[in-house]
T-cell receptor, first 112, second 113 residues
Framework: QQPVQSPQAVILREGEDAVINCSSSKALYSVHWYRQKHGEAPVFLMILLKGGEQKGHDKISASFNEKKQQSSLYLTASQLSYSGTYFCGTAPGAGNNRKLIWGLGTSLAVNP | DGGITQSPKYLFRKEGQNVTLSCEQNLNHDAMYWYRQDPGQGLRLIYYSQIVNDFQKGDIAEGYSVSREKKESFPLTVTSAQKNPTAFYLC????????????FGDGTRLSIL
């Protein structure tokens, strides 16, 4: 079952914050977050594991709510370089971690 | 530097022609993947391979074929049976083990002439 990402698109001014959600109808073991700029390869951001672990990467952090089967990506004080499409990839179990189920992406545009 | 190399960057296919997209990695990764990306449709898995000489179909394998004769290489052939091949194709690899991320190549853009 494909995870649902929300919102589909968001436009920010530089310095504003944003939250991107990734929700699944099935139990999740892990959620992987990637950012892709147009015409380029997706770049790995972080992996969130079952257990509600929160991770941070510069001013980008994420959480995993096991009860809600949802992960949220937080972008704080956004920079122009944050623009791109954010994808979540989900894995239902540790053994299934080799094959991810991808969301459709959230397009983020940061303007000066 | 270690990484994943996809070639060519751009490829044009004539009607009825098979074309092969190359994917090579020097990361010593075990698993390799091929994805197709169309506008607004995210990443769709075509084939994946966890070990040499073994591969599995993904969600949209029809019209495609792969081989995994060497650990470093996972070429994708787009056959003439694939009637709508125009897309951005991404290759990825991953070290085996729990919670290892996938690393992507720069992609090949395939168009029909």
């Amino acid at each position: 079952q494909q995870p649902v990402q929300s919102p589909q698109a968001v436009i920010l001014r530089e310095g504003e914050d944003a939250v991107i959600n990734c929700s699944s109808s099935k139990a999740l073991y892990s959620v992987h977050w990637y950012r892709q700029k147009h015409g380029e390869a997706p770049v790995f951001l972080m992996i969130l594991l079952k257990g509600g672990e929160q991770k941070g990467h510069d001013k980008i952090s994420a959480s995993f709510n096991e009860k809600k089967q949802q992960s949220s990506l937080y972008l704080t004080a956004s920079q122009l370089s944050y623009s791109g499409t954010y994808f979540c990839g989900t894995a239902p179990g540790a053994g299934n971690n080799r094959k991810l189920i991808w969301g459709l992406g959230t397009s983020l545009a940061v303007n000066p | 530097d270690g990484g994943i190399t996809q070639s060519p960057k751009y490829l044009f296919r004539k009607e009825g022609q098979n074309v092969t997209l190359s994917c090579e990695q020097n990361l010593n990764h075990d698993a390799m993947y091929w994805y197709r990306q169309d506008p607004g449709q995210g990443l769709r898995l075509i084939y994946y391979s966890q070990i040499v000489n073994d591969f599995q179909k993904g969600d949209i394998a029809e019209g495609y074929s792969v081989s995994r004769e060497k650990k470093e290489s996972f070429p994708l052939t787009v056959t003439s049976a694939q009637k709508n091949p125009t897309a951005f194709y991404l290759c990825a690899s991953r070290l085996d083990g729990t919670n290892q991320p996938q690393h992507f190549g720069d992609g090949t853009r395939l168009s029909i002439l």
